[in-house]
C-alpha cells in the first residue's frame, strides 16, 4: 500500500510541474549517450500524459465544471479524425502508427500551450479573489 501511495503522489506532483518530468527523462536520456532528437522527442512523449492531466484539471479549475479531461480528449479524437482522413486522401491508406504520433505530438503543443495560459488566467483568478 505505501507503494501505491507514492506512485500516486508522485504521479500528481509530476502532473502540477509537468517541466519536472521533461527535463528528468530529458537529461537522463542524454547522460545515457542517446542521441540529441530522440531524446528530446521521447521527452516530450512522455510529458504529454502529465500536461494533459494537468491541463485538464486547470480547465476544470478555472471553469469550475468537470468536463476538462472529457473535452481534450474529444479534441484529440476530432484531430485524429482530421488528420487521418487527410492521410487516406493522400497517401490511399492511413498509417496508425504515424497518425498516432502526429496526434500526440500536436497534443503536446497544444497542451503545453494550454497550460502556461491556464496557469496565467489560475493565478489571476486567485489573487483577483484574495483582495
Known amino acids: 500500500m505505501k507503494l ?12 502540477v510541474i509537468p517541466v519536472v518530468p521533461f527535463l528528468m527523462v530529458y537529461f537522463i536520456g542524454m547522460g545515457l549517450k542517446k542521441d540529441r532528437k530522440s531524446t528530446f522527442l521521447l521527452a516530450m512523449d512522455i510529458t504529454t500524459v502529465f500536461l494533459l492531466l494537468s491541463v485538464s ?14 473535452l481534450i480528449l474529444l479534441i484529440v479524437l476530432i484531430s485524429a ?18 497518425l498516432f504520433r502526429a496526434v500526440w505530438r500536436l497534443c503536446f503543443l497544444f497542451m503545453g500551450v494550454g497550460y502556461l495560459m491556464f496557469m496565467f488566467v489560475g493565478l489571476i483568478k486567485y489573487i483577483s479573489q484574495a483582495m
Open 4 to 15: 501505491l501511495e507514492f506512485l500516486r503522489n508522485s504521479f500528481i506532483t509530476l502532473s
Open 57 to 70: 484539471a486547470l480547465f476544470n479549475n478555472i471553469f469550475q465544471s468537470g468536463f476538462g479531461f472529457y
Open 81 to 98: 479524425g482530421l488528420i487521418g482522413g487527410a492521410q487516406n486522401r493522400l497517401k490511399g491508406k492511413v498509417d496508425g502508427k504515424r
